[in-house]
């Protein structure tokens, strides 16, 4: 653990945890190509500096989670890459050493609140890199999709992180084969959808999707994230009603991502004084996603320390 106080037992609490933000973007803004269909998780083979050096970042930011470089790294990914499966084990296992030892580097800086980590567990979409991370509906049965799971999940949790972060979730299928995937790990999970408007990506109804995890004891929080902002106030809301648990959330800057063209589109809209409107609601780990970098982490942060 990064801290004595675990994060479920904070979040007991009522405190509010802040999340980092965009992963890709900040590799990016540090001049790295990330061109590739392994996306960030490439420089977990070629340089992984670089990815201590992002989570560094949000830490010194005020971020009080680092979401892993491993949502789209796969057993399946990394073999088309010519990656066998014991280096493929040792790469997911190094995604959280390199968060861990981002929260040693923020303590010497001075750093002395709480830090965790939270290991990403992407969708299955994400290993295609075509985008259908953003519609669900891969034409696979719920266990086949728990197969495909739960290896890496088993990976991730024996590396020790606080955390596994079942995010960006398309579709409730994938969510119950993920619930039963971290099933007896022995390590916390957070479940948090990719929604438009009230529904998931797939187009069920949020209500239902969220009561998947309703009572499901590994699960600490719920909520959304990879979204578009103006999506969030609803959910936040619906998650806190129908779960009973504290709620995650984690939206995009409000750009569109075009699959085809592999380009942002758009302006952002991400606003981080929204946060307080979210917390009211029921939200206790909040950040941000895609295109939200470690400046708007501290505005952010910098809100909810104020309110």
């Known amino acids: 653990m990064t801290s004595h106080l675990t994060l479920a037992a ?25 061109s590739d269909e392994l996306w960030s998780a490439r420089l977990l083979a070629e340089q992984p500096e670089a990815i201590t050096e992002a989570h560094l970042a949000y830490f010194l930011a005020g971020a009080d989670v680092a979401i892993t470089s491993s949502y789209q790294a796969t057993f399946e990914g990394f073999a088309k890459r010519g990656i066998e499966r014991e280096r493929a084990a040792e790469l997911l296992g190094l995604s959280v050493g390199l968060a861990r030892d981002a929260a040693t580097r923020a303590r010497a800086k001075g750093v002395t609140r709480p830090l965790w980590v939270a290991a990403s567990v992407g969708p299955y979409g994400a290993m295609l890199a075509d985008g259908s991370e953003y519609r669900g ?127 942002w589109n758009g302006r952002s809209s991400f606003a981080p004084e929204e946060v307080r409107g979210w917390r009211e609601s029921g939200a206790r780990l909040i950040g941000g996603c895609c295109r939200v970098g470690p400046e708007a982490i501290t505005s952010l942060a910098a809100t909810l320390a104020k309110s």
């Open 10 to 34: 904070a979040l007991t609490t009522g405190r509010t945890v802040v999340l980092d933000g965009g992963m890709s973007n900040q590799l990016e803004s540090a001049g790295h190509d990330l």
């Open 137 to 263: 509906r891969y034409g696979l049965t719920v266990a086949e999709l728990e197969a495909f799971h739960r290896p890496r999940v088993e990976v991730l949790a024996a590396a020790g992180p606080d955390v596994l972060a079942l995010e960006t979730v398309p579709d409730a299928d994938e969510a119950e084969a993920l619930l039963r995937a971290v099933r007896g790990l022995g390590v916390p999970a957070w479940l948090s959808y990719s929604v438009a408007g009230d529904r998931t990506r797939a187009g069920q109804p949020l209500e239902e999707a969220f009561a998947l995890a309703a009572d499901a004891d590994e699960v600490i929080a719920v909520g959304v994230n990879c979204c578009a902002p103006e999506d969030v106030d609803a959910a936040v809301e619906t998650a806190a009603r129908v779960t009973g648990k504290p709620v995650v959330v984690y939206p995009n800057s409000g750009e569109a991502w075009d699959a085809e063209a592999r380009a």
